[in-house]
């Protein structure tokens, strides 16, 4: 039986009056209708008749004590065994007081002495108004308390309830948040329990005062995890009493995510500081090993570079060499007829990723291999990546043994590729466990650190004393700059002076020779792919300059760390002379050409000794933009006088503004002047 509930002090009162004395039941019952007009008032001449009237709009039962075939107490009974809440009031005669305590004990509300039928009536209103009201408004708080409770579970942030010092209520979000059950956070001192030492006096502060707080917090789960959160204060009334209403909202996963944001910013930071600043090889993986190192938890970093033969050389190290040398890193071609799978040195034989976890006694919990082209999702963790029950094998022992004693827990290696060409490795030894975007961001820096050697590289060979002389032959259709040649005839020889990148496009300055200008003009207006720039003539050659697409033959040679130092179109063959440092061996560069164009030939290599001069040096000086501005402007004619080209034209066709042309043409020549004049 379903009791209504939504009852005010301002609505109607319905009781049910039992009593088998018919006559004094029908008098009281009119006389109460007069004194309280606001009662609906039922009659039953029984307990049974009481039973079957006790409906769900019953909100008072009023019974005589003494009936045939069952007291007043009895039929209390019976009334709440279907309606436990009910209010009960019984009707006893005068001196029958015992009677009276006997059914307040049995769970009576009240009990009124039969006197006169007006005296009876006057005090049976006010009785059951009482008892009414007092039943509604009971009814009324369990329900917004019940309301209140299912509010506060089915709310995902935490919510603790706090009165008289202590919390007395808490919800499943706050169990599952603190990983604490119920009784752990009502029975103690939540604070202590929950809130991180350094935050607990904040937020006893915060407690204390009594005004609406917000504070940034973190708090150590039971696990012992460190979460932030901002916790929520509100001080309330409830019931009359004071008492403290606390929302703890998790906000790790944006914490981690705006440091991941400001790690990446400095990373991009560090490392653009360090493509600007430094020039060589060497001082390029140093500057990388350093900045690696300089994480707590890095142990130990090292750059190891392909040798000629096809080996490691460790070109930088940084941290506690003694695993690296233990484990026989330094001596790669050795530890690889051992059959090691030291991590670096597995990373650099099969050119990929390779992730290791070292257990606790030195064994390996498993070995991962990372496809680094490999399309990862950034926001999740590949938890099957390491297998805890992955055997350790014989040629594991040393290398784990060894980094089990200088405290690594996790190895990271890397191929260093760019432009189809090896370059070596990058091995980063850490403590505490693998993390996804560790290694993604371990891998970033690995294709930034294979671009910046490959640009180093390059670099070098400019100012070498010794390189390597690649002659090939290429022909390609589909290539750009050969389609210019085609387009020309069998008569006209180009020769390209200078390739710049420009986004997804190439820009090539270039003579030809045996055409006329508007033979040059009406060819390149005449090719699908390239976008025709300026061209002029002067002094017996033609000098132009095309857009094509990327990537082509002078970028291409670039990434596969190639120094450009001629090529020359004609009758249908591009002659390239490429300068590759002497370390560097002519096989895997000739191969990356191979693998962008139809036919490449490797014609003639040979080692040339370049004798060291001025110029050497001054380019060795000159930052790439500075290079670059200075030798467009040359090829372009912006020194000749008349200029051929404005500097708003030079700049158009580097891709830059006019003033930043101009600040890197003067920066240029500030530097070749000095050179020139200023040198011992």
């Given at each position: 039986?379903?009791?209504?509930?939504?009852?005010?002090?301002?609505?109607?009162?319905?009781?049910?009056?039992?009593?088998?004395?018919?006559?004094?039941?029908?008098?009281?019952?009119?006389?109460?209708?007069e004194v309280a007009p606001d009662f609906d008032v039922y009659e039953a001449n029984s307990p049974e008749g009481a039973l079957a009237r006790l409906t769900d709009d019953v909100e008072c039962v009023v019974s005589d004590y003494y009936m045939p075939g069952r007291t007043g107490i009895e039929l209390l009974a019976a009334v709440r065994d279907v309606r436990p809440d009910i209010p009960f009031l019984l009707f006893t005669g005068a001196g029958n007081e015992g009677l009276a305590s006997s059914a307040l004990?049995?769970?009576?509300?009240?009990?009124?002495?039969?006197?006169?039928?007006?005296?009876?009536?006057?005090?049976?209103?006010?009785?059951?108004?009482?008892?009414?009201?007092?039943?509604?408004?009971?009814?009324?708080?369990?329900?917004?308390?019940?309301?209140?409770?299912?509010?506060?579970?089915?709310?995902?942030?935490?919510?603790?309830?706090?009165?008289?010092?202590?919390?007395?209520?808490?919800?499943?979000?706050?169990?599952?948040?603190?990983?604490?059950?119920?009784?752990?956070?009502?029975?103690?001192?939540?604070?202590?329990?929950?809130?991180?030492?350094?935050?607990?006096?904040?937020?006893?502060?915060?407690?204390?005062?009594?005004?609406?707080?917000?504070?940034?917090?973190?708090?150590?789960?039971?696990?012992?995890?460190?979460?932030?959160?901002?916790?929520?204060?509100?001080?309330?009334?409830?019931?009359?009493?004071?008492?403290?209403?606390?929302?703890?909202?998790?906000?790790?996963?944006?914490?981690?995510?705006q440091r991941r944001l400001e790690r990446e910013r400095d990373t991009k930071e560090a490392i653009r500081e360090i493509l600007v600043r430094q020039s060589s090889r060497v001082e390029v993986a140093e500057s990388f090993c350093r900045y690696i190192g300089s994480d707590p938890d890095t142990v130990a970093a090292w750059v190891g570079e392909r040798t000629a033969g096809g080996g490691l050389d460790p070109l930088a190290v940084v941290g506690d060499e003694s695993y690296l040398r233990a484990a026989g890193?330094?001596?790669?071609?050795?530890?690889?007829?051992?059959?090691?799978?030291?991590?670096?040195?597995?990373?650099?034989?099969?050119?990929?990723?390779?992730?290791?976890?070292?257990?606790?006694?030195?064994?390996?919990?498993?070995?991962?291999?990372?496809?680094?082209?490999?399309?990862?999702?950034?926001?999740?963790?590949?938890?099957?990546?390491?297998?805890?029950?992955?055997?350790?094998?014989?040629?594991?022992?040393?290398?784990?043994?060894?980094?089990?004693?200088?405290?690594?827990?996790?190895?990271?290696?890397?191929?260093?590729?760019?432009?189809?060409?090896?370059?070596?490795?990058?091995?980063?030894?850490?403590?505490?466990?693998?993390?996804?975007?560790?290694?993604?961001?371990?891998?970033?820096?690995?294709?930034?650190?294979?671009?910046?050697?490959?640009?180093?590289?390059?670099?070098?060979?400019?100012?070498?004393?010794?390189?390597?002389?690649?002659?090939?032959?290429?022909?390609?259709?589909?290539?750009?700059?050969?389609?210019?040649?085609?387009?020309?005839?069998?008569?006209?020889?180009?020769?390209?002076?200078?390739?710049?990148?420009?986004?997804?496009?190439?820009?090539?300055?270039?003579?030809?020779?045996?055409?006329?200008?508007?033979?040059?003009?009406?060819?390149?207006?005449?090719?699908?792919?390239?976008?025709?720039?300026?061209?002029?003539?002067?002094?017996?050659?033609?000098?132009?300059?095309?857009?094509?697409?990327?990537?082509?033959?002078?970028?291409?040679?670039?990434?596969?760390?190639?120094?450009?130092?001629?090529?020359?179109?004609?009758?249908?063959?591009?002659?390239?002379?490429?300068?590759?440092?002497?370390?560097?061996?002519?096989?895997?560069?000739?191969?990356?050409?191979?693998?962008?164009?139809?036919?490449?030939?490797?014609?003639?290599?040979?080692?040339?000794?370049?004798?060291?001069?001025?110029?050497?040096?001054?380019?060795?000086?000159?930052?790439?933009?500075?290079?670059?501005?200075?030798?467009?402007?040359?090829?372009?004619?912006?020194?000749?006088?008349?200029?051929?080209?404005?500097?708003?034209?030079?700049?158009?066709?580097?891709?830059?503004?006019?003033?930043?042309?101009?600040?890197?043409?003067?920066?240029?020549?500030?530097?070749?002047?000095?050179?020139?004049?200023?040198?011992?």
């Amino acid at each position: 039986m379903t009791e209504t509930t939504d009852r005010t002090s301002a609505d109607p009162v319905t009781v049910l009056l039992v009593d088998d004395d018919r006559d004094w039941l029908t008098l009281v019952v009119h006389r109460l209708r007069e004194v309280a007009p606001d009662f609906d008032v039922y009659e039953a001449n029984s307990p049974e008749g009481a039973l079957a009237r006790l409906t769900d709009d019953v909100e008072c039962v009023v019974s005589d004590y003494y009936m045939p075939g069952r007291t007043g107490i009895e039929l209390l009974a019976a009334v709440r065994d279907v309606r436990p809440d009910i209010p009960f009031l019984l009707f006893t005669g005068a001196g029958n007081e015992g009677l009276a305590s006997s059914a307040l004990s049995a769970g009576a509300d009240d009990y009124i002495v039969k006197t006169s039928v007006d005296d009876s009536a006057a005090a049976l209103a006010t009785r059951v108004r009482t008892a009414v009201d007092k039943h509604r408004t009971e009814r009324a708080l369990a329900e917004s308390e019940a309301r209140y409770r299912t509010l506060v579970e089915n709310v995902r942030d935490a919510i603790f309830v706090a009165r008289d010092g202590g919390v007395v209520l808490v919800n499943e979000a706050a169990t599952t948040l603190t990983g604490y059950d119920r009784a752990a956070l009502t029975d103690g001192d939540i604070v202590e329990t929950v809130v991180h030492p350094d935050d607990r006096g904040r937020v006893r502060d915060a407690l204390d005062l009594s005004v609406p707080q917000s504070l940034d917090i973190r708090i150590r789960d039971r696990g012992g995890e460190t979460r932030h959160c901002i916790l929520d204060i509100d001080h309330v009334v409830d019931d009359g009493l004071p008492g403290t209403i606390g929302v703890l909202r998790d906000i790790t996963a944006q914490v981690n995510h705006q440091r991941r944001l400001e790690r990446e910013r400095d990373t991009k930071e560090a490392i653009r500081e360090i493509l600007v600043r430094q020039s060589s090889r060497v001082e390029v993986a140093e500057s990388f090993c350093r900045y690696i190192g300089s994480d707590p938890d890095t142990v130990a970093a090292w750059v190891g570079e392909r040798t000629a033969g096809g080996g490691l050389d460790p070109l930088a190290v940084v941290g506690d060499e003694s695993y690296l040398r233990a484990a026989g890193v330094f001596d790669a071609d050795a530890a690889v007829r051992r059959g090691s799978t030291e991590p670096s040195l597995t990373a650099f034989r099969e050119g990929t990723t390779v992730v290791r976890a070292v257990g606790d006694a030195g064994g390996l919990d498993a070995d991962t291999d990372v496809d680094a082209d490999a399309d990862t999702d950034a926001d999740t963790a590949d938890d099957a990546d390491i297998d805890s029950d992955a055997p350790t094998t014989a040629p594991d022992a040393g290398w784990m043994a060894a980094a089990a004693a200088d405290g690594i827990e996790t190895a990271v290696a890397v191929a260093l590729r760019h432009g189809g060409v090896d370059y070596g490795v990058l091995g980063v030894y850490r403590r505490g466990a693998d993390d996804d975007r560790e290694r993604r961001r371990f891998e970033e820096l690995a294709e930034t650190l294979g671009y910046a050697l490959s640009t180093a590289e390059s670099r070098e060979a400019l100012v070498a004393d010794e390189v390597v002389r690649v002659r090939l032959s290429v022909r390609d259709a589909d290539a750009g700059l050969l389609a210019v040649g085609d387009a020309l005839g069998r008569d006209a020889e180009v020769v390209v002076h200078t390739v710049l990148p420009r986004g997804d496009r190439e820009r090539y300055f270039v003579t030809v020779r045996g055409a006329s200008e508007a033979a040059v003009t009406d060819a390149l207006a005449g090719l699908d792919g390239v976008t025709p720039g300026a061209v002029t003539a002067g002094d017996g050659v033609v000098r132009a300059q095309f857009d094509t697409a990327a990537p082509s033959l002078g970028t291409t040679i670039a990434d596969a760390g190639g120094v450009l130092h001629r090529v020359v179109v004609a009758d249908g063959e591009a002659t390239v002379v490429v300068d590759l440092p002497r370390r560097r061996p002519a096989g895997p560069f000739v191969e990356a050409l191979a693998a962008a164009f139809d036919s490449v030939v490797m014609t003639a290599r040979s080692h040339r000794t370049v004798e060291s001069d001025i110029g050497a040096s001054v380019l060795d000086g000159l930052t790439d933009r500075q290079r670059e501005s200075l030798e467009v402007a040359y090829r372009t004619g912006y020194f000749e006088r008349p200029k051929r080209h404005s500097a708003a034209e030079v700049a158009e066709a580097i891709g830059v503004s006019r003033s930043t042309f101009t600040q890197h043409l003067r920066a240029a020549q500030r530097k070749v002047f000095a050179e020139l004049f200023d040198a011992e």
